[in-house]
T-cell receptor
Framework: QKEVEQDPGPLSVPEGAIVSLNCTYSNSAFQYFMWYRQYSRKGPELLMY????GNKEDGRFTAQVDKSSKYISLFIRDSQPSDSATYLCATSNSGGYQKVTFGIGTKLQVIP | DVKVTQSSRYLVKRTGEKVFLECVQDMDHENMFWYRQDPGLGLRLIYF???????EKGDIPEGYSVSREKKERFSLILESASTNQTSMYLC??????????????FGPGTRLTVL
């Protein structure tokens, strides 16, 4: 079993839709939960992160973590064609060397 | 802006050739990483380094080696390239670990094809 599981999609939505991207993880030691965005032919970039459980909002993006169910979510409101990219969830421990464990990524296409 | 650069965007090599992939970062980061990214498999860690001349194996080190002689430069070496090493190779760096998520800054990637 992979430490971080993510549906690869692809996911295709109309412009303006609410997008929900999800991951599950297996290691209870993970403390940081991240979302990276990767545009075609580019390296991934950190979009946002949360520490432990709870929500974090940044503009149209909301990251949510439920540690009891080991579930990570990213919501995108009012999706735009510029949001078309691959979204990778990622987790890491706190303290010491922090190995980051990535999901395989979900490819999202927002249709104008 | 953090910048991580990789020596080539596209590379075509023959089976058995020795291949060098170079990565340079300009933010004085201690930690550097090499990943490969394949469809359906995602990012897989090959090697990482947390200091000059230090290296640690990642999840898939077989067939690869690394070199870190200077803090800003981390090289990935394929001693004898094989077709199953055809992939997108991504280099990343991250700042020292003092709490925080360990954000990694990625280069643009090198698409390596081994014929």
């Amino acid at each position: 079993q992979k430490e971080v599981e993510q549906d690869p999609g692809p996911l295709s939505v109309p412009e303006g839709a609410i997008v929900s991207l999800n991951c599950t993880y297996s290691n209870s030691a993970f403390q940081y939960f991240m979302w990276y965005r990767q545009y075609s032919r580019k390296g991934p970039e950190l979009l946002m992160y949360t520490y432990s459980s709870g929500n974090k909002e940044d503009g149209r993006f909301t990251a949510q973590v439920d540690k009891s169910s080991k579930y990570i979510s990213l919501f995108i409101r009012d999706s735009q064609p510029s949001d078309s990219a691959t979204y990778l969830c990622a987790t890491s421990n706190s303290g010491g060397y922090q190995k980051v464990t990535f999901g395989i990524g979900t490819k999202l296409q927002v249709i104008p | 802006d953090v910048k991580v650069t990789q020596s080539s965007r596209y590379l075509v090599k023959r089976t058995g050739e020795k291949v060098f992939l170079e990565c340079v970062q300009d933010m004085d980061h201690e930690n550097m990483f090499w990943y490969r990214q394949d469809p359906g498999l995602g990012l897989r860690l090959i090697y990482f380094s947390y200091d000059v001349k230090m290296k640690e194996k990642g999840d898939i080190p077989e067939g690869y080696s690394v070199s870190r002689e200077k803090k800003e430069r981390f090289s990935l070496i394929l001693e004898s390239a094989s077709t199953n090493q055809t992939s997108m190779y991504l280099c990343a760096s991250s700042p020292p670990l003092a709490g925080g998520p360990g954000e990694q800054f990625f280069g643009p990637g090198t698409r390596l094809t081994v014929l």
